[in-house]
């Protein structure tokens, strides 16, 4: 009779163990497109500023009339990372002795060039440099450091960001990798494999600010978290079932 009623819940507990282990975390599997054309690596890439953006305006020997400064020692990091302005709805910033500037649409080199026509009245040969804060992307899943990252270079990669992130975790799916971007008011998505070293370097594709980077897990990490929680309970069960045999002999 023991026999008959442990090989049902031995059974049971084996499937749901299987049933587990196949199961995978997917937070992007809604009614995105998947496109790899959108994510092509394009060497003049420019970051186009939008509104809410933090803008620094730095002007060569000339702190009176920029906001923060790259080129004044007087300055450290924190300090210049706390003088910004932020790009309004209607896409404009204040600028010192102009008043409202539109730049919102521009890229930073668009910027600096329009900007330095306006300078040009007051300032001879003005060099500037516009910079914004709050470039970032989402790095999210199976890396050692998740969350938002500051892209501090115009040009930046998927193993840029991987590497910034502490490398990939143990469990990461290296060939599912997801590349998210927001195109208006929707969203592309490009899946990278990351496993095969004779095309690492084609599919070190581009990063953009707002993208996010998604790094699912493997199925063995599901088995693994799922297998504990049950062997556990299910020893406790086989000894339990040992130890009425040995009872009812």
Request: hydrophobic share 40%; glycine share 6%; net charge positive.
């Amino acid at each position: 009779m023991l026999k008959k009623k442990t090989v049902p819940i031995l059974s049971v507990i084996a499937v749901f163990i299987m049933l587990c282990g196949c199961s995978s975390q997917n937070l992007f599997n809604s009614k995105m497109a998947s496109s790899k054309e959108f994510f092509d690596y394009n060497p003049r890439l420019e970051y186009i500023i939008k509104k809410d953006d933090k803008v620094m305006l730095s002007i060569w020997d000339h702190d009176d009339l920029g906001v923060g400064s790259l080129y004044n020692s007087m300055y450290n990091s924190n300090e210049v990372f706390g003088k910004w302005m932020m790009v309004n709805d209607s896409g404009i910033i204040n600028i010192p002795k102009f008043g409202p500037f539109k730049i919102a649409g521009l890229s930073t080199t668009q910027a600096e060039d329009s900007l330095k026509l306006r300078f040009k009245k007051i300032i001879v040969n003005p060099i500037l440099e516009v910079r914004i804060l709050n470039k970032e992307i989402i790095v999210m899943g199976e890396v050692k450091t998740s969350g938002k990252q500051l892209l501090e270079k115009q040009n930046n990669t998927l193993l840029d960001v991987i590497a910034k992130a502490g490398d990939l975790d143990i469990y990461a799916n290296k060939k599912k990798i997801k590349v998210i971007r927001k195109f208006g008011n929707y969203s592309k998505f490009v899946t990278i494999n990351l496993t095969k070293m004779d095309s690492t370097l084609s599919q070190n594709i581009q990063v953009y600010p707002g993208d996010i980077v998604y790094v699912p897990s493997r199925g063995m990490k599901v088995w693994e978290k799922n297998s504990t929680s049950i062997i556990y309970p299910l020893s406790a069960i086989i000894s339990s079932l040992v130890l009425l045999k040995s009872i009812n002999k």
